[in-house]
T-cell receptor, first 119, second 113 residues
C-alpha cells in the first residue's frame, strides 16, 4: 500500500490567499484525521471523520478553516483567508478502527505532511 | 484537564548508552497510551499501545512500560538510527470526548556514533 498521501508537500503563500491541502487515506481505513504541528503546541487535532462524516471539529481554529471528505478516498483542508499564524506542518492520518463504539488500537497512519508558510 | 507531559525535551546519548524517556499523564479513565516515533520531515510512526498499568511491550531496542501515572520508553544500547523525536499520546475513556488522542510535545533523541 502507498500509505497516506498528502499534497502539496510544501506551500508558500501570501497572507489573504486561499490554501487547499489534500489527503488520500489508506484504502479500507474508515477514520481520517487532520492535525497541525508546531514547535510550541505540538500536534493538535483539527478535525476527524468516521466513514466520511465529520465527528469532531472542535479543534478547527476558526471559520477560516474548513474540511471536507466527499468520499472514502479523498479529503481536503481549506484555509481562507490564510494568515501568518497558520504557518505550520499539517498532517493527515487514517485509521482502520477509531469509532467510539469499538476498541481502538490508537494506531494512526500519518502522511508526510504539508509544510505551509504564510508570508 | 487532561494533560500529557514528556521529559526530557531533548536527550543526547552515546551509541550503546541506555536510557529512558518519560511520559506522565493526567486523564480521566485511561483507555490507552501510545508511543510514536517521528523522523525529521516525516509524519509520526506508530510504535506501541499500552492499555493497563503493569503492561509492557518490546520492539527491538525499545521497551515501553506503563504505570497509573506515567509511561517509560526504555532504549537499550541505542544506535544512531534510533535518533528521532518520540511522541506519547493518551486516549481517555470517558463518554463525550470522542476518544481523541492527547499528545505530548515529544522528546528529541540524538544518538552519537
Amino acid at each position: 500500500d502507498a500509505g497516506v498521501i498528502q499534497s502539496p508537500r510544501h506551500e508558500v503563500t501570501e497572507m489573504g490567499q486561499e490554501v487547499t491541502l489534500r489527503c488520500k487515506p489508506i484504502s479500507g481505513h474508515n477514520s481520517l484525521f487532520w492535525y497541525r504541528q508546531t514547535m510550541m503546541r505540538g500536534l493538535e487535532l483539527l478535525i476527524y471523520f468516521n466513514n466520511n462524516v465529520p465527528i469532531d471539529d472542535s479543534g478547527m481554529p476558526e471559520d477560516r478553516f474548513s474540511a471536507k471528505m466527499p468520499n472514502a478516498s479523498f479529503s481536503t483542508l481549506k484555509i481562507q483567508p490564510s494568515e501568518p499564524r497558520d504557518s505550520a506542518v499539517y498532517f493527515c492520518a487514517s485509521s482502520l478502527r477509531f469509532s467510539a463504539a469499538s476498541e481502538s488500537t490508537g494506531e494512526l497512519f500519518f502522511g508526510e505532511g504539508s509544510r505551509l508558510t504564510v508570508l | 484537564e487532561d494533560q500529557v507531559t514528556q521529559s526530557p525535551e531533548a536527550l543526547r546519548l552515546q551509541e550503546g548508552e541506555s536510557s529512558s524517556l518519560n511520559c506522565s499523564y493526567t486523564v480521566s479513565g485511561l483507555r490507552g497510551l501510545f508511543w510514536y516515533r517521528q523522523d525529521p520531515g516525516k509524519g509520526p510512526e506508530f510504535l506501541f499501545t499500552l492499555y493497563s498499568a503493569g503492561e509492557e511491550k518490546e520492539k527491538e531496542r525499545l521497551k515501553a512500560t506503563l504505570t497509573k501515572k506515567e509511561s517509560f520508553l526504555h532504549i537499550t544500547a541505542p544506535k544512531p538510527e534510533d535518533s528521532a523525536t518520540y511522541l506519547c499520546a493518551v486516549q481517555a475513556g470517558y463518554a463525550g470526548n470522542n476518544r481523541k488522542l492527547i499528545w505530548g510535545l515529544g522528546t528529541s533523541l540524538a544518538v552519537n556514533p
